[in-house]
C-alpha cells in the first residue's frame, strides 16, 4: 500500500519560512514524478512544484518560484518543500502526491497525502 505522510505545516508570519516534509511508503519505482500541490479554501487544487526521478529535473508554478525549494532524500524516502518569504496568499492545505513516470499535473497523479495545513498571517 502506498502512503504519503506530509508534515511540517503551521502558522507564520507573512515573510517567515516553512519546511514541508512528505514520507513516503510502499512507492517502489525509479521512473516517477512526486511533488507538492495546495488548496485554499474555495479554490481549486494547484501545483507547487515537481520534482523527477531519477534525473532531479524540478518546476514550479509561477507564484512561488524563487521563494519555494523542492528537494528529495531518496535514501530516507522523504521529499521536502522550503518555502520562504511566505505571504497571506500562500495560505491553504499542501499535499504531497506521486506517480509513476514524468507527467507531473494535479489531474494525473496516482497517490495522494492526507495535506498539511499551511497558514501565513499579514
Known amino acids: 500500500e502506498v502512503q504519503l505522510q506530509a508534515s511540517g505545516g503551521g502558522l507564520v508570519q507573512a515573510g517567515g519560512s516553512l519546511r514541508l516534509s512528505c514520507q513516503v511508503s510502499?512507492?517502489?519505482?525509479?521512473?516517477?514524478?512526486i511533488g507538492w500541490f495546495r488548496q485554499a479554501p474555495g479554490a481549486e487544487r494547484e501545483g507547487v512544484s515537481c520534482?523527477?526521478?531519477?534525473?532531479?529535473?524540478?518546476h514550479y508554478g509561477d507564484s512561488v518560484k524563487g521563494r519555494f525549494a523542492i528537494s528529495r532524500d531518496n535514501a530516507r524516502n522523504t521529499l521536502y518543500l522550503q518555502m520562504n518569504s511566505l505571504k497571506p496568499e500562500d495560505t491553504a492545505r499542501y499535499y504531497c502526491?506521486?506517480?509513476?513516470?514524468?507527467?507531473?499535473?494535479?489531474?494525473?497523479?496516482?497517490?495522494w497525502g492526507m495535506g498539511t495545513q499551511v497558514t501565513v498571517s499579514s
Open positions: 502526491a506521486v506517480r509513476f513516470g514524468r507527467l507531473c499535473d494535479v489531474k494525473n497523479m496516482e497517490y
Open positions: 510502499g512507492f517502489t519505482s525509479d521512473d516517477y514524478a
Open positions: 520534482i523527477m526521478n531519477p534525473d532531479g529535473a524540478t
